[in-house]
């Protein structure tokens, strides 16, 4: 089992490799298949240049100051940072 300095280390790298990624190629949403979202969210992202450039901007904040991760990986939402949709069950 690997010390828990090295997780961290880890969780540090994808925060600026995905930082990186969101300055560089932002508007293509290179930074969202490298966090593993849906093939559809980089069409989207290019088909609308990264919603004209806003929605990398915002994602990088929130890659940027975010403690935790987590809830942006394996995201499947265009809009990552946005709540999701509550479940409507019937009685």
């Known amino acids: 089992m690997p010390p828990a300095d090295s997780i961290e280390v880890v969780l540090e790298d994808q925060r600026l490799v995905g930082s990186a990624l969101a300055l560089l190629l932002g508007p293509f949403g290179a930074h969202r298949i490298y966090l593993g979202t849906t093939p ?17 901007l915002i994602d990088l904040g929130h890659l940027l100051f975010t403690k935790d991760l987590g809830p942006y990986q394996h995201n499947d939402r265009v809009i990552m940072w946005g709540r999701p949709k509550e479940q409507l069950t019937p009685r």
Do not use: R
């Open 40 to 56: 559809k969210v980089a069409i989207i992202y290019g088909l609308t240049f990264g919603g004209f450039g806003v929605l990398p």
